[in-house]
């Protein structure tokens, strides 16, 4: 008999009252809630938390929670002028992370713990919107998979997620060579020649067509990211000044972590979204 199960629970760590799902699959845990459908925690081990959460994150009040996997959609960042047509005062990232969803699946097996969350689009401001975003959690003793689908419309998309590190000093992702977006720098265009990014100043870099498949490595593990749908990844790391500014992060926060996030950014398609990251963890470096 396996212990894979999924579990209501009232809050997670310091957020009271959030309406949370826990799941397991042997030693593997992970935590998501219907608020935002947004992953809180991934621990493959018992001890190892992969996931970022910022300590001071708060979800009441409409607001959006500070680390984790926040989903942004149907726009991503500031609302591009096809999505705001009116030129009317809209969140960044989209209208999803503060509104709850629906779960309307959940399956638990000898191999796979799974749940599934849907919301359906009010009014968007704009036309040819897509319907309704479904995010699918899938958890093995292996990985966590995370997908969003939806159907037809102009939208943009992005796995917005945290992970967690010893010292944002002694951090690398890779393989990252090629074309980037630096939007520390206006969002001038910049080619890589190294496979590697380290951390050692403010990042904001939207990489272009980036691979299927990303490694996260510091001084003692690595976690492999793998991507599909996608059409960048958004590295990001607000540095000093701008993590003293950020009300709901610590002022040394960004030590702690860096974001890796898996995105379909282009303005040009409306084919259905299919968007999907996979986290796994690799161990101990020797």
């Not at 959460?53 to 500031?78: H, K």
């Not at 749940?115 to 689009?121: D, G, L, M, S, V």
């Not at 093995?140 to 037809?152: C, F, K, M, P």
């Not at 991507?227 to 030590?255: C, F, M, R, T």
Request: proline share 5%.
């Amino acid at each position: 008999m396996s212990n894979n199960s999924i579990t209501e629970q009232s809050g997670f760590a310091h957020l009271t009252d959030l309406p949370c799902y826990v799941l397991q699959c042997g030693q593997a845990t992970a935590v998501i809630s219907s608020y935002g459908a947004h992953l809180l925690s991934y621990k493959p081990e018992a001890e190892v938390e992969l996931i970022y959460l910022s300590p001071e994150a708060v979800w009441q009040n409409n607001t959006p929670i500070r680390g984790g996997v926040p989903v942004c959609w149907p726009w991503f960042g500031p609302a591009a002028a096809e999505f705001n047509p009116k030129a009317q005062k809209l969140p960044n990232h989209g209208v999803v992370r503060t509104e709850f969803w629906q779960v309307i699946q959940q399956s638990v097996t000898e191999t796979e713990v799974r749940i599934e969350f849907r919301i359906a689009t009010k009014e968007l401001p704009y036309t040819n919107a897509p319907s309704y975003l479904s995010l699918t959690l899938q958890l093995t003793e292996a990985a966590l998979i995370l997908t969003l689908n939806s159907d037809q419309g102009v939208q943009q998309a992005a796995l917005h997620s945290y992970f967690t590190v010893d010292s944002v000093h002694q951090v690398s992702v890779s393989t990252l060579a090629g074309a980037y977006l630096d939007k520390v720098k206006a969002g001038e265009r910049f080619d890589q020649q190294h496979p590697e990014l380290k951390f050692t100043a403010e990042v904001d870099r939207v990489y272009l067509d980036t691979a299927d498949e990303l490694t996260l490595e510091q001084a003692k593990n690595a976690v492999q990211i793998a991507q599909q749908g996608h059409d960048a990844s958004v590295l990001w790391n607000p540095w000093i000044e701008k993590a003293a500014a950020l009300k709901d992060l610590p002022d040394d926060g960004y030590l702690d972590f860096v974001c890796v996030e898996t995105a379909r950014l282009s303005l040009t398609t409306s084919a259905p979204l299919h968007l999907v990251q996979q986290i796994r963890y690799l161990g101990q470096l020797e």
